[in-house]
């Protein structure tokens, strides 16, 4: 597997992992009882993670049924489930604190880490909501972690109407999606023919959301 050495940020040149305090997260009220949390570096050191991450973390290639054809996944994943330890103990503790900053709203614990590899710019996730499990039904919240490069997330009403959000994420950023964000609006990491980096998201879920 190829392997793909990151340029760190300007902004983001300690090597010394640390999570900052969720105080400073803004929330943007997207509409239909959806809404997103941001947090720009909340991670300081996130280059060290990317690079630990790549080269440590047990990615899988996957093959997906697309109509009449089996393709190749663009992304490399990893799954960590309850219970699982997590490949790197500053995921432990932004897990905990995302989970102690929630627990009012959520009323339940984040407990699975799912990981996705974007190697580069022709790497991606079509537009999509987490509605296996219970965010079809349900309220629920999904925390995503950014290091690396990065890459715009795009967020629409899943039924069309309205504009579309976009935020890009990378160098440690943090984004949680709330409410009923996976019924009601979907999102995406689309393509890109710029030159681009590397980047990885750790989701952090609930139990029964995927």
């Given at each position: 597997?190829?392997r793909h050495?990151?340029?760190?940020s300007?902004?983001?040149q300690?090597?010394e992992?640390?999570?900052?305090?969720?105080d400073?997260?803004?929330?943007?009220?997207?509409?239909s009882?959806?809404?997103?949390?941001?947090?720009?570096?909340?991670?300081?050191?996130s280059?060290?993670l990317f690079?630990?991450l790549?080269?440590?973390?047990?990615?899988?290639?996957?093959?997906?049924?697309?109509y009449?054809?089996?393709?190749?996944v663009?992304?490399?994943?990893?799954?960590?489930?309850?219970?699982e330890?997590?490949?790197?103990?500053v995921?432990?503790q932004?897990?905990?604190?995302?989970?102690?900053?929630y627990a009012?709203e959520l009323?339940?614990p984040?407990?699975?880490?799912?990981?996705c590899?974007?190697?580069?710019?022709r790497?991606?996730?079509a537009?999509?909501?987490?509605?296996?499990?219970?965010?079809?039904r349900?309220?629920?919240?999904?925390?995503?972690?950014?290091?690396?490069?990065?890459?715009?997330?795009l967020?629409?009403?899943?039924?069309?109407?309205?504009?579309?959000v976009?935020r890009?994420?990378g160098h440690g950023?943090?984004?949680?999606?709330g409410?009923s964000?996976?019924?009601?609006?979907e999102?995406?990491i689309?393509?890109?023919?710029?030159a681009?980096?590397?980047?990885?998201?750790i989701?952090f879920?609930p139990?029964?959301?995927?």
């Amino acid at each position: 597997m190829t392997r793909h050495h990151l340029q760190a940020s300007l902004f983001d040149q300690t090597d010394e992992l640390r999570l900052g305090s969720l105080d400073g997260i803004h929330r943007t009220v997207l509409g239909s009882g959806a809404w997103i949390d941001v947090l720009p570096g909340w991670l300081s050191g996130s280059a060290t993670l990317f690079e630990q991450l790549a080269s440590e973390v047990p990615w899988r290639a996957e093959r997906r049924k697309m109509y009449d054809h089996t393709v190749d996944v663009p992304r490399l994943l990893a799954f960590y489930g309850p219970g699982e330890e997590l490949p790197h103990p500053v995921l432990e503790q932004a897990r905990d604190m995302l989970s102690t900053h929630y627990a009012h709203e959520l009323g339940e614990p984040f407990v699975t880490a799912g990981l996705c590899y974007y190697r580069d710019g022709r790497d991606s996730v079509a537009w999509h909501g987490d509605r296996i499990g219970r965010g079809a039904r349900e309220d629920t919240m999904v925390a995503i972690l950014s290091v690396g490069a990065p890459r715009d997330l795009l967020l629409r009403p899943a039924h069309g109407g309205g504009g579309s959000v976009r935020r890009p994420l990378g160098h440690g950023d943090l984004i949680v999606m709330g409410g009923s964000c996976q019924r009601t609006w979907e999102h995406c990491i689309p393509k890109s023919t710029r030159a681009t980096g590397p980047r990885i998201s750790i989701q952090f879920r609930p139990r029964g959301v995927q």
